[in-house]
């Protein structure tokens, strides 16, 4: 199993590590590049930009088949049992190892996990204590649900 997700500098672990929170929204692509422009926008006049990591996607349905109940259930093991490899964690949570592989490189591609490399084993960690999903609802969007009578 190769794994082609780049490793984080040391310096961006102990950020992640600083924080205790990560807000999941969804937004369009106009508006995540929206609101990068206005923090670069408001860090050049010198204002304090203070936010909350966030990971943002452009539609429900990807936030939905991402953080799936057992998606969920991993991140929780991890933090939880704090596994020493993926072997490891693939035990923890009864899962094939390559299932589970693939979730966790999945996961780090996207910024929720990091792995911690020790000779040949890679740890997983999970950076937040806390998971906030921001569900907004645009009425003139077109992510809408049917709501039952």
């Known amino acids: ?41 408001a860090l050049e006049r010198g204002d304090a930009v203070d936010s909350l990591p966030t990971l943002s ?10 953080l799936t109940p057992r998606v969920l259930d991993l991140i929780e093991a991890i933090r939880r049992e704090e596994p020493s490899s993926i072997n490891e964690t693939a035990r923890v949570v009864d899962r094939d190892v390559k299932n589970v592989h693939e979730e966790l490189s999945r996961l780090a591609q996207l910024g929720i996990i990091f792995f911690e490399e020790d000779g040949q084993s890679k740890r ?14 645009d009425p003139e969007g077109n992510d809408t649900a049917a709501a039952a009578p």
């Not at 996607?57 to 991402?66: A, H, I, Q, R, V």
């Not at 999970?126 to 999903?133: Q, R």
């Open 124 to 137: 997983p960690v999970v950076w937040f204590d806390k998971l906030v999903i921001n569900l907004p609802f």
């Open 57 to 66: 996607f452009t539609s429900y349905d990807d936030l939905m088949e991402t």
């Open 1 to 41: 199993m190769h794994d082609t997700t780049p490793p984080l500098h040391p310096m961006e672990r102990e950020q992640l590590r600083s924080e205790s929170t990560l807000v999941v929204t969804v937004k369009s692509s106009s508006e995540f590049h929206d609101d990068v422009i206005d923090g670069i926008e």
